[in-house]
């Protein structure tokens, strides 16, 4: 048996009962997971400061307006089965009332989206290779993967440990495409994928020739 700290396992119940009722009070929590309302609100404070949750004023009746507490996006992540199963439900259809080359564009879209409002080709011209990598490793991290960036005289390699869509992607081998849209947009070059967790490896790994990169300032 996994011991989790009860402190951990308190702040699981708040965010289930939140994933359960949407909107709560800190009275509805405390009698939900059944602790008195102080502590309840050190454990909502723990969990604002990790952007898990939110909250907002609500008007309820007559009288003062009530505070509720919701999850915010990161905090419905911890929930990750609800998400996949929708996920995979959606995607089924999408291809069972689509064409092929309809749903193919669709993928695209959707792996080149993931690099709206970042720089340009223009912009990223103007940095040197380290400082591209660099920005492959933050925007890796911040789409939630693990992820290790190297180089040598020959290639930079890029390596995932972790995949935030790797479950959807045993199904829909598809969302394989988001990080690769990222990792080109960067080196302004095409990524090749050498191992894949999907086909049992025990991560991702990219390889860009050094010779196909395009960087126009000193690396």
């Known amino acids: 048996m996994i011991y989790s700290p009860p402190m951990a396992s308190t702040r699981s119940q708040v965010l289930q009962r939140l994933l359960s009722q949407q909107r709560c009070t800190i009275n509805d929590l ?108 933050n925007w890796l991290t911040a789409e939630g993967y693990t992820v290790k960036v190297e180089r040598n005289e020959n290639e930079v390699i890029i390596t995932e440990t972790s995949c935030p869509y790797y479950y959807v992607g045993q199904t829909h081998a598809e969302v394989c495409s988001i990080d690769k849209a990222l990792i080109a947009r960067a080196l302004s070059a095409d990524p090749q994928r050498t191992t894949c967790l999907l086909n049992g490896d025990s991560h991702c790994t990219y390889v860009v020739p050094m010779a196909a990169i395009q960087a126009t300032s000193s690396n």
């Open 30 to 137: 405390a009698s939900a997971v059944k602790i008195n309302p102080i502590s309840v609100r050190h454990h909502i404070g723990r969990l604002e400061e990790e952007g898990l949750v939110n909250s907002a004023e609500e008007r309820h009746g007559v009288g003062r307006p009530r505070r509720v507490y919701f999850l915010t996006e990161a905090g419905m992540e911890h929930f990750p089965a609800r998400t996949i199963h929708f996920t995979n439900r959606l995607l089924d259809q999408l291809k069972h009332h689509f064409p092929g080359d309809t749903v193919e564009k669709i993928f695209t879209g959707l792996a080149e989206s993931v690099t709206d409002g970042k720089p340009g080709p223009e912009e990223l011209g103007k940095l040197s290779l380290d400082e591209r990598l660099k920005l492959i490793k």
